[in-house]
């Protein structure tokens, strides 16, 4: 059962929608991955959020929308119930973009693990990038 400390909604804040912040998030070359996520990030002047994501799906690999939406849902669900687990800094943003590299739909629970395992490779270099 999740603690009552952590807080487990997907705020509007957390969301990035613009194509020129995605575009910007990539063209820094900094990433991390675990299989079937690669998540490139970048540290910003602190915004409104402490973390915020865009989620993205190659529409090469998933002719269907249906199955689209399907890979951003889970991975949705999984960013909103391990976000705590980023330490929180009152100076800068974590931005981060999601992209799913797996060609095959796989279940939840991967998912969810692979979610997990990127953020324990952003907590580790968060001292680390930050300086």
């Known amino acids: 059962m999740p603690s009552a400390v952590a807080n487990f909604r997907f705020y509007r804040t957390e969301r990035i929608k613009s194509s020129s912040t995605i575009q910007e998030i990539l063209e820094e070359r900094r990433s991390c991955s675990a299989f079937p996520l690669k998540c490139y990030y970048r540290f910003v002047p602190k915004s409104e959020a402490s973390v915020q994501v865009a989620f993205v799906v190659s529409k090469r690999r ?70």
């Open 62 to 131: 998933f002719k269907h929308a249906v199955d689209r939406n399907r890979v951003k849902r889970l991975m949705r669900e999984s960013f909103r119930l391990q976000k705590h687990l980023m330490p929180a800094d009152e100076q800068c943003t974590l931005q981060m973009c999601w992209i799913y590299v797996g060609v095959e739909l796989l279940d939840y629970q991967a998912v969810y693990k692979a979610g997990g395992r990127v953020f324990q490779q952003l907590s580790q270099q968060y001292p680390r990038v930050q300086s």
